[in-house]
């Protein structure tokens, strides 16, 4: 794709927005960063330009403005935060990929996973949510993550947005019609 | 961030609060900022975008790097790259904002199904292109068979809000004149008056 995507990281001051949000910058992504902290969310744009300095990230306060903008929303608050945050967006996420990096033990790498996206999409109920998650454990490199919803064109977007990211998409089946496939185990 | 929407909707095929509500699941909210782009030359368009708040123009590219401007979109219009857009060949137009934005954009996906599922959507959609037809018919013509001053002055009688917030040097692009010659004809008819 020539154009740019916005994405919008909703908790990107924590130790997996932080880390999504440099290695996102690779491809021609526009980044907003949001989090319950303005001033920590200031400090990962100011590292990551650090870095980059030609980066189009940028730190929002208002986390409905910022949804509101992006074409792709990720979510990497901890899991008991998502329905908080899901309903602060629900307007304004229509049709929109959401990404939920949440798993229910957080940090947990490979948490079994079932039911996460259907309880997303409940949630967000015409939003597109898709649950990513990675194990950068396993030994394989590039590390897996693994990649769940219902909607074909999203479970696209994602796998691509995976691989910028340096992951190895493996697309883990669909979200609500088979959970037991969304366990992010080998 | 539907409003203006719906209220050109019901314009053109009045809706019960039911049917509002369903057609509103299919929309996405999105805004775009000044300068940035909704669409690039070379990628497959995957939207129709109604334009709530601000202005969007359409255009293409030539060799010699001159941008030859084929629509503007203000509120309450409808802009996109048809051809792109319904028949998943590369676009070649690119859609940017002029000021910041607020759109609400139908996805191909959402179309489709609104087409198949929502008799008035169709209805709609049927209006919005014989509407767009007719405009194409008449912007032809002009270019064909008018004198620069007549398209100038054709344009401004017609579009009196884009000229009031659209750069001159955008106009001349749109009515197929160099900024040099807009700004002769600016100059006559100001002195003429
Ligand atoms: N998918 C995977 O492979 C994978 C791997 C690791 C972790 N995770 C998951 O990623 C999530 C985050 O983990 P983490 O280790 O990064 O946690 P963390 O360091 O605590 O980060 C959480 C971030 O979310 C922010 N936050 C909390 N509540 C919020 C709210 N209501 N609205 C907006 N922002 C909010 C926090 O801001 P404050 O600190 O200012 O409150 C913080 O910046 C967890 O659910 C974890 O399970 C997934």
Sequence with gaps: MITKQTIT?????????????????????????????LAEVQKVVDAVKRHIAAAEVEALDCTLDACWEADIIVLAVPFAEVQEVADRIREVVNQKVVISL??????????????????????????????VSANPFT???????????????ALQTVSELVSTAGYRPVVAGAGTTDASATEGKV | MYELFFEEFNKKVPLTAEEQEQIKHYLTPKKLRRKQYLLQEGDVCKFIAFVEKGALRAYSVDENFTENIIQFALEGWTISDLYSFLTGEPAVYNIDALEDSELVLISKSAHEEMLQTIPKYETYTRLNITG?????????????????????????????????RVPQHMIASYIGLTPETLSRIRKKLSSGR
């Design chain 1, 9 to 37: 990281i909703v908790g990107a001051s924590g130790s997996t927005g932080t880390a999504i949000s440099s290695s996102l910058l690779r491809g021609n992504y526009r980044l907003l960063l949001c989090g319950s902290d």
């Design chain 1, 102 to 131: 949440a798993s229910p033990q957080d940090n947990a790498h490979d948490a079994p996973a079932t039911g996460v996206v259907a309880e997303l999409q409940k949630l967000l109920p015409y939003a597109k949510a898709v649950r």
């Design chain 2, 132 to 164: 767009a037809y007719l405009a194409m018919q008449r912007r032809i013509t002009t270019i064909i068979s008018s004198t620069a001053e007549e398209r100038y002055q054709d344009f401004i009688n017609l579009y009196p809000h884009i000229a009031q």
């Design chain 1, 139 to 153: 030994g394989s490199k590039p590390a897996e993550a693994f990649i769940a919803g219902d909607d074909a064109e």
